[in-house]
């Protein structure tokens, strides 16, 4: 069946540090990709996502850009800020294969400042 | 901008009693979701709602939880007996679409159970 792998946690930076956080995936189909974030207390609300091969997903400065020859999705930002601290999953949905929404999961990112 | 409101916030509860939890989705989304999130885990689907008909509960224990959507607005979620292992948060989210067509998911804040 479908599956999502992410990089364990917990990642700590300083703030303005290089941020890359792994997602990976296995998908029978064509599965459209999403990093969700989950700042403490709170449920999880979108951050990006990508509905093809090649498509990049961008928003607050975090990029993640849909590899289908690598199957992976891998989270990216250029200079973290201490309110970047939250909990980040990688998920996937698949039509085509099992056909629900798949969860990694999750990374927790903790930057000092 | 609109919000999917669950309610309790907390909930403590001793095992074999029953436990119901609440929620309320973003006007005119006709999935509903509920997720079962367990400490350093991400979201497990228990069961998918498009409008008042299940279209997924194939991770509901349905021996101790049942879900309903009578009016395909909010749903409740009851858990009867709760045993220890129940404890964790209890997400619902909803989406316009289903979900699968690439649609996000909105989620509310939770509702955290303990059973002790």
């Known amino acids: 069946g479908d599956s999502v792998t992410q990089m364990e946690g917990p990642v700590t930076l300083s703030e303005e540090a290089c941020l890359t956080i792994n997602c990976t995936y296995t998908a029978t189909g064509y599965p459209s990709l999403f990093w969700y974030v989950q700042y403490p207390g709170e449920g999880l609300q979108l951050l990006l996502k990508?509905?093809?091969?090649?498509d990049k997903g961008s928003n607050k400065g975090f990029e993640a850009t849909y590899r289908k020859e690598t199957t992976s999705f891998h989270l990216e930002k250029g200079s973290v800020q201490v309110s970047d601290s939250a909990v980040y999953f990688c998920a996937l949905s698949d039509p085509g294969g099992d056909d629900k929404i798949i969860f990694g999961k999750g990374t927790r990112l903790h930057i000092l400042p | 901008e609109a919000e999917v409101a669950q309610s309790p916030r907390y909930k403590i509860t001793e095992k074999s009693q029953a436990v119901a939890f609440w929620c309320d989705p973003i006007?005119?989304?006709?999935?509903l979701y509920w997720y079962r999130q367990i400490l350093g885990q991400g979201p497990e689907l228990l069961v998918q709602?498009?409008?008042?008909?299940?279209?997924?509960d194939s991770q509901l224990p349905k021996d101790r939880f049942s879900a309903e959507r009578l009016k395909g607005v909010d749903s409740t979620l009851k858990i009867q007996p709760a045993e220890l292992g129940d404890s964790a948060m209890y997400l619902c989210?909803?989406?316009?679409?289903?979900?699968?067509?690439?649609?996000?998911?909105?989620f509310g804040n939770g509702t955290r159970l303990t059973v002790t």
């Open positions: 990508a509905t093809k091969a090649d």
């Open positions: 709602f498009q409008d008042e008909s299940v279209v997924d």
């Open positions: 989210a909803s989406s316009y679409g289903q979900g699968t067509d690439g649609s996000p998911l909105h």
């Open positions: 006007s005119g989304h006709a999935t």
